[in-house]
């Protein structure tokens, strides 16, 4: 996705409510970059697809927000 964005997929049973929270991530502030893109499919077996941009990444925080 060019020289500084990375396009990531991320799957589990918690809702998208608690995955788009910040710093949900924060464990993999090392290779998460602010314009990343994360598809989500959340809910378990009643998944949901959702996209999240990360916003902010350092050992402090990562911020995710959600494409409406």
């Known amino acids: 996705m060019g020289d500084s964005n990375a396009l990531w997929y991320y799957t ?6 608690t995955i788009d929270d910040a ?4 464990a993999d ?5 602010a314009g990343d893109i994360i598809f989500v499919n959340s ?13 902010a990444s ?3 925080t990562v911020t995710t ?3 409406a």
């Open 29 to 33: 502030y090392g290779i998460l970059t």
């Open 58 to 60: 350092s050992s402090s």
């Open 12 to 17: 589990d049973g918690d809702a998208i409510g």
């Open 43 to 55: 809910g378990g077996s009643n998944g949901v697809v959702d996209i999240l941009i990360v916003s």
């Open 23 to 26: 710093d949900y991530f924060l």
């Open 65 to 67: 927000v959600i494409l």
